[in-house]
């Protein structure tokens, strides 16, 4: 168990709709990172909160947006949802900034859009 | 130039073979290069990481080896196990700052008993 909490593990909605998907770090970790996992493009970075506060984006869609709350939790939020964004959304945590320290994964939420 | 690119997709070893995964990037400012095991339904964990700054580091039955000249790092898993069977990422990373892992692809591996 990496401490790393994510809600829901599954979820299955439609084309054009709205999820939010929710990640809470290991006790003490300030940094939450989201990815995505599809078959066809392993683990694609999508952005990085440090303490409440955006500190790095990747290949993140305009139609998805994250943030980090005071109590560090995070939430990832997916808009007018298309079948190409099914896939496996990880959350993962650190102490640090990132970069040269370990990651904790949680077990990832799966999202299939019929 | 962000890229880390990792072979083969999928590797089919026996039981107390080697295993050989590779990864080659092209950013030279990287200086952290982690493998993560991931198994089926669960979330990616560390394995094993190097720093540039030695050429080998090894851990049990699992070593990397890093090739600076050549951009290149590379896992190796000795007398692999049936326990071994998962997917392997390799990763690389700028220390200091808030800086992204980037992964590779993955490869699948299968030990067969």
């Known amino acids: 168990d990496s401490g790393v909490t994510q809600t829901p593990k599954h979820l299955i909605t439609a084309t054009g709709q709205r999820v939010t998907l929710r990640c809470s770090p290991r006790s003490g970790d300030l940094s939450v990172y989201w990815y995505q996992q599809s078959l066809d493009q392993g683990l694609q970075f999508l952005i990085q909160y440090y303490n409440g506060e955006e500190r790095a984006k990747g290949n993140i869609l305009e139609r998805f947006s994250a943030q980090q709350f005071p109590d560090l939790h995070s939430e990832l939020n997916l808009s007018s949802l298309e079948l190409g964004d099914s896939a496996l959304y990880f959350c993962?945590?650190?102490?640090?900034?990132?970069?040269?320290?370990?990651?904790?994964f949680g077990e990832g939420s799966r999202l299939t859009v019929l | 130039q962000q890229q880390v690119k990792q072979s083969p997709q999928s590797l089919i070893v026996q039981k107390g073979g080697i295993s050989i995964i590779n990864c080659a990037y092209e950013?030279?400012?990287?200086?952290?290069f982690p493998w993560y095991q991931q198994f089926p339904g669960k979330g990616p964990a560390l394995l094993i990481a190097?720093?540039?700054?030695?050429s080998e580091k090894k851990e049990g039955r699992f070593t990397i080896s890093f090739n600076k000249s050549a951009k290149q790092f590379s896992l190796h898993i000795m007398d692999s196990q049936p326990g071994d069977s998962a997917t392997y990422f390799c990763a690389a990373s700028i220390s200091g700052g808030y800086n992204k892992l980037i992964f590779g692809a993955g490869t699948r591996l299968a030990v067969h008993p």
């Open positions: 950013n030279t400012a990287f200086d952290y």
């Open positions: 993962a945590s650190s102490l640090g900034t990132g970069g040269s320290g370990e990651l904790f």
């Open positions: 190097i720093r540039p700054d030695v």
